[in-house]
């Protein structure tokens, strides 16, 4: 690795229509919105040259977030501030730019499996469903069936959700779900909620929003805004 490259770490978030973005697509969007900012890239080798980047672990198609991430490299020291103003008019529609820091050049990337923190909202005519979706997300005995049709596995809840609260706001309830680094064999967390709506109630009754919020992260520090 050049000497002459610097690592920045953006923070973003997927919101509205950025929800429904591929995570491949997702990529694809970011890197031409570097292209476009004239920020001082490095450029990969090989045959499809691209600026250097690399992402954070995907969420889940549908899900929103606050906590999403690119590293890019520059070729160029910038501060923080210039960063934000060549980048920031790029985002795409639905990524929302959270924050950037400068990152050593050896620093870890985010890992696919960490601790993860997720929040779902239901509207008040919703708060039973809410509170159905709390007392399954609660229950010591929970168990959840995850794969394709005639490959399910099933899969404890508790293995992998460490904690489960409500909040109750002014526009509805807010079911927080906090979810541990899942050991090997395990289902992840976006999986298990995934599974978990299947069976709390119909498809009107899922939550409207279901949102990643947190990853918690040695080498991150608690990401979140």
């Known amino acids: 690795m050049s000497t002459g490259e610097f690592r920045y770490r953006l923070v973003y978030a997927r919101q509205e229509q950025g929800r429904f973005l591929a995570h491949l697509d997702t990529m694809s969007h970011l890197v031409r919105a570097v292209r476009r900012s004239g920020l001082p890239y490095v450029v990969t080798q090989g045959c499809h040259r691209r600026p250097k980047a690399s992402f954070g672990p995907p969420v889940t198609l549908g899900f929103a977030s606050r906590c999403e991430t690119m590293d890019l490299y520059l070729r160029d020291e910038v501060s923080v501030e ?5 980048f920031e008019p790029q985002m795409p529609l639905g990524l929302v730019f959270q924050d950037v820091f400068m990152l050593p050049l050896r620093a870890l990337a985010v890992p696919a499996e960490v601790e ?4 779902l909202f239901w509207p008040h005519e919703q708060a039973e469903t809410a509170r159905r979706a709390l007392a399954f997300f609660q229950d010591p005995e929970g168990r959840v069936r995850i794969g394709k049709a005639g490959q399910e596995k099933e899969f404890a809840i508790g293995i992998v959700l460490k904690r489960a609260r409500v909040e109750r706001t002014s526009a509805g309830s807010e079911v ?50």
């Open 82 to 86: 210039e960063f934000r103003r060549r």
């Open 116 to 119: 993860m923190t997720y929040r």
């Open 176 to 225: 927080w779900l906090e979810f541990r680094c899942p050991p090997p064999g395990s289902a992840s967390g976006a999986k298990i909620i995934q599974a978990c709506l299947q069976v709390i109630g119909k498809p009107e009754e899922r939550p409207l929003v279901v949102e990643r919020v947190t990853i918690n992260w040695a080498g991150l520090e608690n990401l979140t805004t």
